[in-house]
């Protein structure tokens, strides 16, 4: 009698172990390992000091924009406060390591708890608001708080802001660029490894749930206001942790820079990466940044110009236009954003030249 051997023609899951796996195949893992390897070990050695700020940059607000996404694009509540929030961990940060000796290490993520329990603060509003009346309560929240920067000059230094110097880790003087590259993409890491394993836990497909339909969530067992707080307190955390860095790398911080525009430039991120995609996030914060740089250029350009020829040129809504075109021009074309690019380049790769 024949014996038939059948062979697996997909990726199957029979074990939990299985199902948590982030990276399913010795390739991924092999890439991954590329990945780190160039990241850690190959761009900071051989860019400029410029890139590196650039880099630097990008990194600092992928967190941010990954805690945002976890709100929006995972939970579905909607917030123009994150900038604001964004400012309270650059002042928590800040104020911790001068008014309270609190060391580096220490003081960024209680910066970033102290932003947490703001972000939940704010929140409140989500027991019984949503969509346009949500995003009206943050609003006021992102207002309110530029409002504290400016007024409570005793604890945030008014317009003159605090200065941030000195800064060590274990020893190590963070007093330069290439120093902070390797602290900004190690947090970076951390945190990016510590939101895709959240989204796979019953909290995470609970915000998956209320983003969903908060009824049909509510119908079954899930306390619907909870965990929006708690998505809160996550997203805030997220975006505190990553002022709190902005503060030590900037070493002096203002108001100017945590205002309404910076909360429409985090939600810039996470649309044209992609909502509910944690590399999204990464990817928006990549474009985001590099089209800023791409225009401050350009302005700069186009102002010399203007001065030799003695041709007065009106540049100023080149950003927000530009911005605001990418955003549709996004939404129209591409709604799901560059992780959905990404996801289609790498099936094409998988797949070629069989592409079908």
Not at 280 to 302: D, K
């Amino acid at each position: 009698m024949r014996k038939f051997q059948f062979h697996p023609c997909g990726n199957f899951r029979e074990t939990y172990q299985e199902e948590i796996t982030i990276f399913e195949t010795d390739f991924g893992r092999l890439w991954m390992l590329i990945g780190l390897l160039l990241l850690f070990g190959v761009i900071p050695f051989i860019t400029s000091d410029y890139i590196i700020y650039v880099l630097n940059t990008i990194g600092i607000y992928a967190i941010s924009a990954i805690g945002l996404n976890l709100l929006i694009g995972y939970t579905g509540q909607i917030s123009l406060g994150h900038g604001a929030f964004f400012g309270v961990g650059a002042y928590a940060g800040a104020i911790l390591a001068t008014k309270t000796g609190l060391p580096f290490v220490l003081a960024v993520p209680a910066a970033g708890l102290v932003t947490a329990a703001v972000g939940m603060i704010f929140g409140i509003p989500s027991a019984r608001l949503k969509h346009l009346y949500l995003c009206i309560a943050t609003l006021a929240g992102q207002f309110i708080l530029e409002f504290v920067f400016v007024q409570w000059e005793g604890l945030t230094g008014g317009a003159e802001g605090i200065s941030v110097i000195g800064t060590t880790l274990f020893g190590i003087d963070l007093g330069n660029d290439r120093a902070f590259y390797f602290v900004i993409f190690g947090c970076f890491a951390v945190m990016t490894w510590m939101a895709v394993n959240l989204i796979r836990t019953r909290f995470g497909r609970a915000f998956i749930a209320i983003r969903d339909n908060d009824r049909a969530a509510e119908g079954m067992g899930i306390p619907i206001f909870g965990y929006k707080l708690l998505s809160f307190a996550i997203s805030s955390f997220y975006a505190g942790f990553a002022g709190a860095l902005y503060a030590f790398y900037m070493i002096s911080i203002t108001p100017e820079p945590f205002n309404l525009w910076l909360s429409i430039e985090f939600i810039a991120m996470i649309i044209i990466g992609g909502l509910g995609s944690i590399p999204g996030s990464a990817f928006g914060a990549i474009f985001i940044v590099s089209l800023s740089e791409i225009l401050s250029h350009i302005t700069q350009y186009l102002m010399n110009v203007g001065a030799s020829t003695g041709v007065a040129i009106t540049i100023a809504p080149l950003r927000e236009f530009v911005f605001g075109l990418t955003i549709v021009l996004f939404i129209i074309f591409e709604p799901k954003g560059l992780a959905e690019v990404w996801r289609i380049i790498r099936s094409n790769f998988r797949l070629w030249p069989f592409s079908y």
